[in-house]
């Protein structure tokens, strides 16, 4: 079965770093669009990226660009967020999805993993 499995999230300063992790397995890694989404305290998900299946093109929500970088590794069937610059505004739990149409954008999720929780604090 489809799994997706975060980590890499945690406590981290103002300005600092983290690299988020998604673990993918029980479909073919290689062959979907990939995206990060995130959910903020009392706030409904937020697309932050996404990812074509060959790691070529990316994309990112605006107020992230220039800080996080989405990337992926299909040999080893994992997606990377690498996020830079951290505001208190990215405080959320971070969840990696898959699309649910093979090779192409749709957009639509259809498995998700359990989250991590990224605090950004002083």
């Known amino acids: 079965q489809v799994q997706l499995v975060e980590s890499g999230g945690g406590l981290v300063q103002p300005g600092g770093p983290l690299r988020l992790s998604c673990a993918a397995s029980?479909?073919?890694?290689?062959?979907?669009?990939m995206y990060w989404v995130r959910q903020a305290p009392g706030k409904g998900l937020e697309w932050v990226s996404s990812?074509?299946?060959?790691?070529?093109?990316?994309y990112y929500l605006d107020s992230v660009k220039g800080r996080f970088t989405i990337s992926r590794d299909n040999a080893k069937n994992t997606l990377y967020l690498q996020m830079n610059s951290l505001k208190s505004e990215d405080t959320a739990v971070y969840y990696c999805?898959?699309?649910?149409?093979?090779?192409?954008?749709?957009?639509?999720?259809?498995?998700w993993g359990q989250g991590t929780q990224v605090t950004v604090s002083s």
């Open positions: 990812i074509t299946p060959d790691g070529g093109g990316t």
């Open positions: 029980g479909f073919t890694f290689s062959t979907y669009w």
């Open positions: 999805a898959k699309d649910q149409v093979v090779a192409v954008q749709s957009d639509e999720y259809d498995y």
